[in-house]
């Protein structure tokens, strides 16, 4: 019990419930198998350095930190000065084993059922291609980004600030195929997504499968994606079809998508009944907490992340506004007690999309607290602390996501 206790709370914790994954874990036949369903290697040396996964083997491995098979985190340093988070730099989240690499070999042919419309009807990728498309940038973040500064210990990947890149999806906008398809049934107040991993038997689907919903208000702006950074969407990333919806969190992008239902509730999947729900530390996930849904306004600093040069520097970072768009940054090099505006660098790829900025200043030698705060739209400003919750979830406080920087 105390091992698999801590194999719940671990680094490799894949993030779902953890009530979850005591009932998958505790007291099961099939123990083994879900351990291994999970994706957790419990022999593996924490201080071994993981190599990528074949799934992902096609990835920059000197920009990733390799959290384990199904979680891979972009360092820090790897994010650049322009929009577009480099498709092999991108990290990777899979809540479940991925499902066979040649499911993108016939994409195309690929089969999406799309219910809760007038005419239900299963269509192909191919299909979706004739009618509409449109490409939008958009933010993917993962909702316990930024969860390893919890300082109570939030269960899950411990993500710093690399599980989140800006990427350009292109596919056809899900409110073309609604149209096509006669419209929403009447009382339907959700867009419910479904993955296409096959789940092993002798499990409740609902506990794993991935499933989730969101509401119709993200019928504006969501697609059916077939396309990634100007390429056909990979395996990795959710190939042959994948649901985006721009400004939401990353779980909300439903991979391998082969199930839209236009529904009346919520799915009762585990997923979203109980997972990521926003509570209190301590507390069980339960569907009246709020859902992960609509990121909030963050920012970070992606250079200098240790040592800086006495005189000039010039201070690089991203900040991006969830579904509202940035009205500014401000970087503050004394750990937020005074603050300059940066300057955005590179095109404004839209409201989704980040804004790489930077700053120049002069730097004495001796320590520095460089922090950045974000301010969207709407006034919305990033708070200076963070909201403590049980799953380490949607952390935007500026304070912790600061870097400290030795001038000499
Ligand atoms: N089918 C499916 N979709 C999924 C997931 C998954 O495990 N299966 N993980 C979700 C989560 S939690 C995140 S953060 C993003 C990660 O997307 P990426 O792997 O393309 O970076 O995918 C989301 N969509
Ligand atoms: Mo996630």
Redesign the pocket.
Known sequence: MKQQQALARGPNDP?LENPTRRNLLVGSAGAMAAVSLLGITPLAKASEPKSLPDYAAWKDRTALIVHSA?TMETKRGAIGSGVITASDR???????P?PPLSITDNADAWEVHIEGVRNPRTLTVGELKTMGVTTVASV?????NGRAFFPHGAGGTQWKTG?A?CVMWTGVPLKNVVEELGGMADGVRYITGT???SLPDGLDPKSIM?E?SVPTRALDTALLAWEMNDTPLTH???GPL?LVVPGY?????????KNIAFTENQTDAKIQASG?RVREVGKPGSPDQPSMWEMNVKSWVTAPLATGRSGRNMIYGVAFGGVTALEKVEVSVDGGKSWKQARFLGPDLGPYAWRPFVMATELKPGEHRIVSRATDAEGNSQPEGRVDNERGYGHNGWSDHGVTVTVS
């Not at 991108?90 to 479940?96: E, I, T």
């Not at 993917?140 to 316990?144: D, R």
């Not at 969190?249 to 391998?256: E, L, S």
């Open positions: 993030g199904n991108l990290f990777v989240r899979n809540n479940l991925a993917l973040q993962c909702s316990g599980a890149g993955g296409g991993e991935v989730r990795t990333h959710g994948r969190y990353g779980v909300n992008n439903v991979k391998y998508v990521y």
